[in-house]
């Protein structure tokens, strides 16, 4: 994953969202965020997102849900990218 990339920021600033803790997420849920994706590249991201171990599935159904190593890690990364990252790179320059 790459938080540079614009659809993979795309798709962790949305997995990050305080509304999927509870109710967890589907793909369904993931096209209403994520107009930009084709529903293939959709079906294929909490495959994706459970081979890295960032989400779980929850069993018989087609539910998701953040692990906590994914949680900290995706706030970690957006924590990096706007606060720490991206002001530096004007000084760098």
Do not use: C, W
């Given at each position: 994953m790459n938080f540079f990339s614009r659809d993979d920021a795309a798709l962790l600033e949305t997995l990050a969202r305080g509304e999927f803790n509870l109710p967890g997420f589907?793909?369904?849920?993931?096209?209403?965020?994520?107009?930009?994706?084709?529903?293939?590249q959709i079906s294929r991201t909490p495959k994706s997102l459970r081979l890295r171990g960032l989400?779980?599935?929850?069993?018989?159904?087609?539910?998701?849900?953040?692990?906590?190593?994914?949680?900290?890690?995706?706030?970690?990364?957006?924590?990096?990218?706007?606060?720490?990252l991206i002001p530096k790179l004007p000084e760098a320059a």
């Amino acid at each position: 994953m790459n938080f540079f990339s614009r659809d993979d920021a795309a798709l962790l600033e949305t997995l990050a969202r305080g509304e999927f803790n509870l109710p967890g997420f589907r793909n369904h849920t993931l096209r209403q965020f994520l107009p930009q994706r084709s529903s293939g590249q959709i079906s294929r991201t909490p495959k994706s997102l459970r081979l890295r171990g960032l989400v779980k599935k929850v069993g018989r159904t087609y539910k998701y849900y953040l692990t906590d190593s994914g949680k900290q890690a995706i706030a970690a990364g957006i924590y990096l990218k706007h606060l720490v990252l991206i002001p530096k790179l004007p000084e760098a320059a």
